[in-house]
Each structure stands twice: as structure tokens, then as C-alpha cells.
């Protein structure tokens, strides 16, 4: 079973960026994806990539600001976070797509998260 560990949190002001990492400790022939969880709230999709990155969908709250990608020789996938705001403050989480879909049980193999801080 793929391993996953997430990497690139922090604390950063509203409108910069940060660039997330996923690490898988083996190859995955499967598509990928981010998920965040903000306090007191359910986890949510944020962005998911097909296994060749040819392509990708996005929840509509972080179109155009964020951008999923990967490198399968390096087994690591990647969410560039530009124009950040408050509310994308979250613990944001990488996973393997198992199924069609967007929904949380979609996927699996998930990782212990990263910690996003967006202040105002």
C-alpha cells in the first residue's frame, strides 16, 4: 500500500503563496488529490490529478488560485497556492484516488495532513 507524507505548511499573510508536496513512498499508478479540513468544519476536495497529470479538476473555491500538479519519476505531487486567503486556512491532506469522484471515499492512503495559516 502507497504511503503518503505531506510537507510545505505554514504560516504565511493573505495573498502570498505556498507550494505543497505529497510524497508517496511507491510508485502510484493512480490518480491523485488534496483535500482540506478547516476547524469545526468537514474535510473538503480541493484538487485532484489524473495518474499521467494530463488532467486535473478543481473545487470551485480555489480555481484559479491554486494549481495541482506531479512528477511520477520523483512520486511526489504538488498544489501551488497563490493569492491565499483567511478561509483557506485548513489542515490540507493528500490521497490516492480509488474511484471516480470527489467525494472523501473516493479516496485513500491518506496522508497525516499539513497545517495551511492564512492571516488576515
Known amino acids: 500500500q502507497v504511503q503518503l507524507v505531506e510537507s510545505g505548511g505554514g504560516l504565511v499573510q493573505a495573498g502570498g503563496s505556498l507550494r505543497l508536496s505529497c510524497a508517496a513512498s511507491?510508485?502510484?499508478?493512480?490518480?491523485m488529490g488534496w483535500f482540506r479540513q478547516a476547524p469545526g468544519k468537514e474535510r473538503e476536495f480541493v484538487a485532484a490529478?489524473?495518474?499521467?497529470?494530463?488532467?486535473?479538476y478543481y473545487a470551485d473555491s480555489v480555481k484559479g488560485r491554486f494549481t495541482i500538479s506531479r512528477d511520477n519519476a520523483k512520486n511526489t505531487m504538488y498544489l501551488q497556492m497563490n493569492s491565499l486567503k483567511p478561509e483557506d486556512t485548513a489542515v490540507y491532506y493528500c490521497?490516492?484516488?480509488?474511484?471516480?469522484?470527489?467525494?472523501?471515499?473516493?479516496?485513500?492512503?491518506w496522508g497525516q495532513g499539513t497545517q495551511v495559516t492564512v492571516s488576515s
Open positions: 490521497a490516492v484516488r480509488k474511484a471516480v469522484g470527489s467525494r472523501e471515499a473516493d479516496f485513500g492512503s
Open positions: 511507491g510508485r502510484s499508478m493512480y490518480g
Open positions: 490529478i489524473t495518474w499521467s497529470g494530463g488532467s486535473s
